[in-house]
């Protein structure tokens, strides 16, 4: 007799459940195409998760075409997902970082990278650094969100490029490297640069790591970097 085969049992993240929640809520015919979905307040409440959790679903749900994010109003149903992709926004979730640990890792890693830069830059690291940040501000004038995180991607690479230290940016290249998942996008495009005011505000944090970093202050460069993250990480939280 064959011993039977079995499927290794794997954690799951609770954001991709809360995905599969809201999209079995809207095959059911719970929320009808055109409607609004709950806030996320109550979402939460009713699933028995935190709002981040309920946050990355939705950012999710958002990036497979499911619902779209009305600032100021909701979130609403775009469509009724088909059975061939009704699991679509939750394999996105399990097959990508998480946001949070996204920000975590960057958050513990990039302060220090920016105090390194501080002691060593140069002229030609100056340069490239505000040759980033004018590309930054470039994107932003021209309204267009996914380029401008290609051009905080470089500026991110550029930092860490600048440390002269292989090690490090082998290190870091993975983790900037998701800024370009779907999900991390969605994300950041929703909640942390919801307007003009949003993408002027972080590029300005940005301009400030490279003024501490002109000025050869490292513990400056490290507080402001820091700054960045934490702000990110407050709205995560909110």
């Not at 935190?50 to 990355?56: A, D, I, K």
């Not at 679509?88 to 960057?106: F, K, Q």
């Not at 940005?206 to 990110?232: E, Q, Y």
Request: contains cysteine; glycine residues 4%; hydrophobic residues 40%.
């Amino acid at each position: 007799m064959q011993s039977p085969e079995f499927e290794k049992v794997r954690p799951r993240k609770v954001s991709a459940i809360v995905a599969e929640q809201i999209i079995e809520a809207i095959t059911r015919g719970d929320f009808s195409v055109g409607s609004k979905l709950p806030p996320e307040f109550d979402l939460a409440e009713r699933m028995g998760v935190s709002r981040p959790s309920v946050r990355e679903a939705l950012s999710a749900l958002q990036a497979v075409g499911v619902i779209e994010s009305r600032p100021g109003s909701g979130n609403y149903v775009l469509r009724r997902p088909p059975e061939t992709d009704e699991d679509a926004a939750s394999h996105l979730i399990e097959s990508e970082d998480g946001c949070l640990e996204v920000m975590e890792a960057r958050s513990t890693l990039e302060p220090p990278i920016a105090y390194l830069v501080a002691q060593k830059a140069d002229d030609a690291v100056l340069q490239r650094l505000d040759a980033a940040i004018e590309n930054i501000r470039k994107k932003i004038r021209e309204g267009r969100f996914n380029a401008y995180l290609d051009a905080d991607k470089a500026f991110h690479v550029a930092l860490v490029e600048a440390t002269g230290n292989l090690l490090l940016q082998d290190a870091l290249a993975p983790l900037i490297a998701s800024i370009d998942q779907k999900l991390y996008r969605e994300y950041t495009h929703h909640y942390y640069l919801k307007n003009v005011e949003d993408f002027e505000l972080v590029a300005e944090l940005h301009a400030d790591i490279v003024d501490a970093i002109r000025a050869g202050d490292p513990d400056l460069a490290f507080a402001r970097m820091s700054k960045h993250w934490t702000r990110m990480l407050e709205i995560w939280e909110a």
